[in-house]
């Protein structure tokens, strides 16, 4: 029970409070060295120091007291706080489409934890009305709880129980689906849903924000309005990321969950498509397609549903000098999949090839992606990509290595046949490998050249 | 509305019933009378080299047109810590302005655009703030928490300033009195504005996130003067270090105020003190006049719960006059009479000098709204835009009773229902008294409605910045360097007997410690020495250009130079101007260019004689007055430099 009192204090400030009696939302006079403070004591964020006591003062600042200074403090009042958004009722209004919101975590609904002092999810359709009452002129709303990690805890189990949940969805007939989720691996998971949810007659939406909601200008608020817009409204059934197009509040872009990729460890509009154009813009009033074909949303309900995901993939990223061991002791720990990150158009040193010839003996699935992220993967262009498809590398084309590393997971859950898994891998399901390379599928700009800053001058970045 | 009824001789006289005075002619009597009350947040930006949370460099500004990219935001409010809504952020809400950001590459990176998390806090901004702290008697915090403010007018990108507590409890005093500090903290400075029309507003992002402090005091000021006065203070101190920067916008404060019975009102951003005392005397009587508003209208109504206003839209024929009222516009505009009963001789009660409640009106409807002016009139205005008859047709339209008061308003049709609420609801505040607002100065000493004042409500924890301890030998490192205080500096001047009307000067540009070395180091007189700084160069630096490279510290590099040569003190008011100008001539040149030449006392003494008898010869009147004058002034020029001239006067009566 003690640690209700004296949340996230521990060691020698733990023990200051506990000396004078004074406890977590207590109201408190403290003595100094440093003359005297008074306000409400608060919880402390678990990794932080035990020498201090945070006080939140009359003017509703917080300031830090060094508990070497304190001489004498006494608890004058309580207060707890209750922190809450006001829930109000999602309206049902008869006419708009059904929306399933699903929630796995991440910064789109978020609130403050003192455990960690940062933030932490929170989410509710009642919440969310209550945040952003927009939404309630787009689609009648309801929404489900799958879990709540933060988005780089995402991983194999929640994509199955996602992909799961969302054929469930269906069956129900569903209008359109969104999908909460942190921003780190949202385009994991984009693609991990791509392969495992196939076939989908209704739009599928997942959409993050790069500003927590509790921030004034976070892009939560808008890129829910956004992924709400499409689930409910597009024509474009296919598993998308909804994310802001520029970085100001304009408009949002629609990706295809294969070809995406996060580009920015912070900027808002950090989702790209990589090696295509995007599949339409959104905004809270029209969808735009800029692709001219997709696939369209239907009145049946025949989607695939299809959750398997081995474990037994990972990854190397190549660098100069690698050794060989580095491949070894993964195939000695049981890896059964390999995506190479390969320099230019898909190599790795001759050192690695002794490597790369035991793995293949043992029956190691390696496919070969790229640094360059933009870009096919040209292994007959040099002899040691000659080399090394002889050894058992296959390229995989213009796979992003997000991607490859998904879609092996996923097929090695299906089949460890070699053939059977090449198959998988090479044929496209929604565009993880394209024909083409449209060539306004690579774009960046740089800055100070005239006729780049003319445009950034002119355009909204 | 009666028909004898006229606003003019009800302006009057209802600013005769408050008791309002001119300020020069109120006395502490008068203060006392309505229960004057008023604080200071005092803002002043640190010389530092980079913003406080990122390495862009600070102190760049750029010309409104002068900017690279736009970036777009709309802010929304959120909970605070303690999970309640703020009120600002509610009404900036209602406004749904659309934000535009001028980014300018020297002065913005992607940190101002809030697009990447804020670096390590300045560290030269920490030091400063502490020493400032120390000078003003602050206890220093533990460990500084970086707190988020909302600010949902979009002058800060993120929608809130990143600022933290230094200090708390701490006390200045002025000359006659101590005034009680509650706080001092360190933030980031928000963008500049540049323009405000409809739903659109621009600011420049120059100024963004440069290291500010805030010293905020508690309202112990009684009277318009004493405010100005802790104003100056604490300006003066904070400039005492040598540390902070001065010129337009450098130092700005928000004055707090409030009468007897009143609320706490935040006249923001005054440029300058002087504008203080002005400002304080009319809000607090402004107050003073809502309060006589609030017991007239509690009068009227029995039950206030029921008061309930009534609107029409005016369409087609009964419109009164297209051209006045839409600007001959009536496309996508309505026109809506509004009937506000029991305000009948209200609307036109004095609240300012030339201003009157229907103002307070209109201002909100500006603000929160966003109409664009002109976009109201009523029915009591000094100067009527409308036949009496248009007025009683529109009172009739809507049922009005005698005591009713009629308004127009026009906007489009988006803002109607904003604009409807807000009038609502200024005229149920007007039954409270008065409402807590934050008010914008201008320079004639009046004010106008800015924003509902922002509570502790809008505070939240910063989660992207770990909180800063301040260990005690850092704290002490810092107070070791400190500069004497300003109360201390003050009661010196007077010792030395240097003028008082030199003083503000010495203050505001931090002259004190080299006056003090003038002094200590060169044995100058010390009145010589102050009159010499309060005067001479401040004379010279309103009238000459000062060349870039002139610094202060030549003026006592001069004076050593003069000392050195045996050459009088005196000569330094002849050298400074061209020191001014040419800082790279040396001193020899700039005396030769006078020109000066060095003349022994005794052979200018012995001139006196000849120019005797000169006198004798051309005068018209012989006093002996007219003599020494005539005498000293045919000898200045030679004299000075080589004389003391009150030596030279002297011998006169020898």
């Known amino acids: 029970m003690s640690q209700d009192f004296f949340q996230g204090y521990k060691g020698d400030s733990l023990k200051v409070l506990q000396k004078y009696n004074v406890r977590v939302w207590g109201q408190a006079e403290i003595d100094t060295t440093r003359g005297q403070f008074s306000g409400t004591v608060l919880p402390r964020a678990e990794n932080d120091d035990d020498q201090h006591i945070v006080v939140k003062i009359v003017t509703g600042y917080n300031i830090g007291i060094d508990i070497t200074t304190i001489t004498t403090m006494k608890e004058t009042g309580y207060k707890k706080a209750n922190y809450k958004i006001p829930e109000k009722e999602f309206p049902f209004t008869p006419g708009l489409p059904k929306v399933k919101l699903f929630g796995t975590g991440g910064t789109i609904a978020s609130r403050l934890d003192y455990r960690t002092g940062a933030v932490i999810p929170a989410f509710s359709p009642g919440e969310l009305y209550g945040a952003v009452p927009e939404l309630a002129d787009i689609c009648n709303l309801t929404t489900e709880k799958v879990f709540a990690v933060f988005s780089e805890n995402m991983g194999p189990k929640q994509y199955v129980a996602l992909a799961k949940a969302i054929g469930q969805e269906i069956e129900n007939g569903i209008d359109g689906i969104v999908i909460g989720h942190g921003t780190d691996t949202l385009h994991h998971t984009g693609a991990a849903l791509t392969f495992m949810v196939q076939n989908s007659p209704v739009p599928i939406v997942l959409v993050g924000s790069q500003r927590s909601s509790d921030r004034p200008s976070s892009d939560a608020a808008l890129n829910l309005m956004h992924a709400m817009k499409t689930a409910g409204h597009s024509d474009i059934a296919e598993v998308m990321v909804c994310m802001f197009g520029p970085t100001s509040d304009e408009y949002g872009l629609l990706h295809k969950g294969t070809r995406v990729r996060k580009m920015h460890s912070s900027y808002r509009s950090t989702f790209r498509t990589i090696g295509d154009t995007p599949l339409a813009t959104v905004s809270r009033d029209e969808i735009i397609p800029i692709k001219k074909h997709y696939n369209h949303r239907r009145k049946d309900r025949d989607v695939k549903i299809l959750p398997y995901f081995s474990d037994k993939v990972t990854m190397l990223y190549y660098y100069p000098g690698m050794r060989p061991d580095t491949l070894d002791n993964l195939v000695d720990a049981g890896y059964k999949g390999v995506i190479f990150v390969g320099t230019g158009l898909g190599h790795v040193n001759k050192e690695l090839y002794p490597a790369i010839e035991r793995a293949h003996e043992k029956g190691v699935h390696m496919y070969m992606t790229l640094q360059t992220i933009w870009g096919y993967v040209h292994m007959f262009v040099y002899d040691t990509g000659r080399d090394m498809m002889a050894k058992g590398i296959i390229p995989a084309g213009n796979m992003l290595p997000e991607v490859a590393w998904v879609k092996l997971s996923w097929a090695l859950g299906q089949t460890e046949d070699p053939e059977e898994v090449k198959k998988i891998m090479l044929t496209p399901i929604n565009d993880e490998i394209t024909q083409r390379e449209p060539y306004n599928g690579y774009l960046v700009y740089q800055g100070g050249v005239p006729e780049v800053d003319e445009f950034v001058k002119n355009v909204h970045k | ?654």
């Open chain 2, 1 to 654: 509305m009666q028909k004898s009824f006229n606003a003019s001789d009800n302006y009057e006289k209802t600013k005769e019933a408050i008791g309002y005075v001119a300020r020069k002619n109120a006395t502490q009597q008068d203060y006392d009378r309505i229960g004057f009350m008023s604080g200071l947040e005092v803002h002043q930006q640190l010389k530092t080299k980079h913003k406080l949370f990122c390495k862009c460099p600070a102190g760049i500004f750029q010309k409104p047109e002068d900017y690279d990219a736009e970036v777009i935001r709309h802010m929304r409010p959120t909970l605070s810590e303690l999970g309640e809504y703020d009120g600002t952020a509610l009404m900036e809400f209602k406004t749904r302005k659309k934000i535009v950001y001028h980014l300018a590459n020297e002065t913005a990176c992607t940190y101002e655009v809030d697009d990447t998390p804020p670096f390590h806090i300045d560290h030269e901004a920490l030091d400063i703030a502490i020493r400032i702290s120390l000078l003003s008697k602050l206890n220093i915090v533990g460990e500084v928490h970086i707190t988020r403010k909302q600010y949902l007018d979009g002058s800060i990108p993120t929608g809130f300033q990143r600022t933290g507590i230094i200090g708390v409890e701490g006390e200045i005093y002025l000359k006659h009195k101590k005034i009680r500090l509650i706080q001092l903290s360190l933030e980031e400075d928000s963008c500049r504005e540049v323009s405000d029309i409809g739903h659109t507003r621009v600011y420049r992002t120059d100024r963004l996130g440069m290291p500010l402090i805030e010293t905020v005091t508690y309202p112990d000021c009684v009277n318009p003067d004493e405010v100005q006065e802790a104003c100056d203070y604490i300006r003066f101190l904070n400039r005492s270090t040598g540390l902070v920067r001065t010129g337009m916008g450098a130092g700005r404060q928000d004055v707090n105020v409030s009468c007897r019975g009143g609320s706490r009102v935040e006249i923001k951003g005054v440029a300058h003190t002087k504008w203080i005392p002005e400002l304080t005397h009319n809000e607090s009587f402004r107050q003073w006049a809502l309060l006589a508003i609030r017991d007239e209208l509690n009068k009227r109504f029995k039950d206030t719960g029921k008061w309930k206003m009534a609107h029409v839209e005016l369409k087609g024929k009964n419109i009164p006059d297209h051209e006045r009222f839409l600007n001959g516009n009536l496309k996508d505009q309505k026109l809506i009479a509004v009937n506000l009963p029991g305000f009948g001789g209200l609307m036109s009660h004095f609240t300012q000098p030339g201003k009157m409640f229907a103002d307070e009106i209109k201002d909100r409807l500006k603000v929160i709204a966003c109409l664009i002016p002109p976009f109201m009139m009523h029915s009591e205005e000094l100067q009527a835009s409308m036949e009496q008859t248009e007025w009683d047709n529109i009172a009739k339209k809507l049922n009005a009773g005698d005591q009713d008061a009629q308004l127009l308003f026009w906007g489009p049709e988006d803002d109607i229902k904003t604009a409807l609420e807000t009038i609502e609801e200024r005229c149920r505040m007007a039954f409270e008294g008065v409402p807590n607002e934050t008010r914008k100065s201008f320079a004639d000493g009046t004010t106008i409605f800015e924003r509902v004042l922002p509570g502790a409500d809008r505070m939240y924890p910063d989660t992207d910045t770990a909180p800063l301890p301040l260990a005690n030998d850092y704290i002490e490192k810092l107070s070791e360097e400190l500069p004497t205080e300003v109360i201390d500096r003050y009661h010196q001047l007077i010792k030395w007997n240097i003028p008082e009307n030199t003083y503000t000067y010495i203050f505001s540009k931090n002259h004190f410690p080299l006056i003090h070395r003038l002094i200590e180091d060169l044995d100058m007189d010390p009145v010589f020495a102050g009159t010499f700084i309060g005067h001479t160069f401040k004379f010279i630096e309103g009238h000459y250009n000062r060349a870039a490279e002139f610094d202060t510290k030549m003026i006592s590099g001069m004076f050593k130079y003069l000392k050195e040569k045996g050459i009088g003190f005196e000569i330094g008011k002849y050298m400074l101007p061209e020191v001014f100008e040419h800082p790279k001539m040396d001193f020899d040149s700039v005396l030769e260019s006078l020109p000066f030449k060095k003349i022994a006392e005794a052979d200018i003494l012995s001139m006196i004689p000849f120019l005797k008898n000169k006198f004798a010869e051309t005068a018209i009147n012989h006093t002996p007055e007219n003599e020494k004058n005539w005498i000293m002034g045919e000898l200045r020029k030679k004299a000075v430099g080589n004389i003391a001239l009150n030596k030279l006067a002297a011998s006169f009566n020898s």
